[in-house]
C-alpha cells in the first residue's frame, strides 16, 4: 500500500534556514492532508493540516502547500530550529475516515 | 490543552494470550482511532470508530482484533490471542468535526 509516499528519508538544514519536506500521494480522493512530527517513544504530534479546497495554510513557523494536479504536498519551516529535528509524517484522507501515512523523513537542523 | 491518554505505555505478555490497550479519548471528540507501528516500519491504520460502530477497518484488524467503547469515555483495543507479530506501538487517536487528529502517546506491546 504505497498511497502516500515521502522519497527522502532524511534530511538536513542549518539552524536559521528553510526546511522543505515533500510527500506525494496517488488517490484523488484525498481531500484532508495532514503533517505530524514524532519523536522516540512518543506518539505523533499534529502540525498542520490543509484541506483540498485551499492551496496553502500557515501556521507560524510552518507553511503547508498543496498541489492537487501534481498529488504533492510540502511542508515548510521558516526559520528551521535545532528542536524541529524528529521525524516528520504527512498522512492523507477522504472522508475523513482512514488516513494512510507516509514513511516519514528525518529532519536533523544543525545548529 | 486536552490529550488523549492511552495507558498502560508498555505492555509484555506471552504469545497467545489476551490483551487489552486502553485510551481515554478527547472528551467532545466524536471520531476515534487506533494505528500501530512495528519498530521501524511506518505508522499503519488499524480501525476507525463513530457512533458507536466501526466505520472502517484494515486487513490487519482480523478476527483477533476488537474495540469497545464501554462507558462514554474509555476506547479500548483488545487482542485475543496475541502473537510475536503484534509486537508494536499501537497509538490511539482522536478527533472533532474540525480538529486536526489528536494522538495518545502510545503503549508499546511486546509480546514474548
Known amino acids: 500500500d504505497q498511497q502516500v509516499k515521502q522519497n527522502s528519508p532524511s534530511l538536513s538544514v542549518q539552524e536559521g534556514r528553510i526546511s522543505i519536506l515533500n510527500c506525494d500521494y496517488t488517490n484523488s480522493m484525498f481531500d484532508y492532508f495532514l503533517w505530524y512530527k514524532k519523536y522516540p517513544a512518543e506518539g505523533p504530534t499534529f502540525l498542520i493540516s490543509?484541506?483540498?479546497?485551499?492551496d496553502k495554510n500557515e501556521d507560524g513557523r510552518f507553511t503547508v502547500f498543496l498541489n492537487k494536479s501534481a498529488k504533492h504536498l510540502s511542508l515548510h519551516i521558516v526559520p528551521s530550529q535545532p528542536g524541529d529535528s524528529a521525524v516528520y509524517f504527512c498522512?492523507?484522507?477522504?472522508?475523513?475516515?482512514?488516513?494512510?501515512f507516509g514513511s516519514g523523513t528525518k529532519l536533523n537542523v544543525k545548529p | 490543552e486536552p490529550e488523549v491518554t492511552q495507558t498502560p505505555s508498555h505492555q509484555v505478555t506471552q504469545m497467545g494470550q489476551e490483551v487489552i490497550l486502553r485510551c481515554v479519548p478527547i472528551s467532545n471528540h466524536l471520531y476515534f482511532y487506533w494505528y500501530r507501528q512495528i519498530l521501524g516500519q511506518k505508522v499503519e491504520f488499524l480501525v476507525s470508530?463513530?457512533?458507536?460502530?466501526?466505520?472502517?477497518k484494515s486487513e490487519i484488524f482480523d478476527d483477533q482484533f476488537s474495540v469497545e467503547r464501554p462507558d462514554g469515555s474509555n476506547f479500548t483495543l483488545k487482542i485475543r490471542s496475541t502473537k510475536l507479530e503484534d509486537s508494536a506501538m499501537y497509538f490511539c487517536?482522536?478527533?472533532?468535526?474540525?480538529?486536526?487528529?489528536?494522538f495518545g502517546s502510545g503503549t508499546r506491546l511486546t509480546v514474548v
Open positions: 490543509i484541506s483540498s479546497i485551499k
Open positions: 470508530f463513530y457512533n458507536n460502530e466501526i466505520s472502517e
Open positions: 498522512a492523507s484522507a477522504y472522508n475523513f475516515n482512514k488516513f494512510y
Open positions: 487517536a482522536s478527533s472533532g468535526i474540525d480538529d486536526g487528529y489528536t
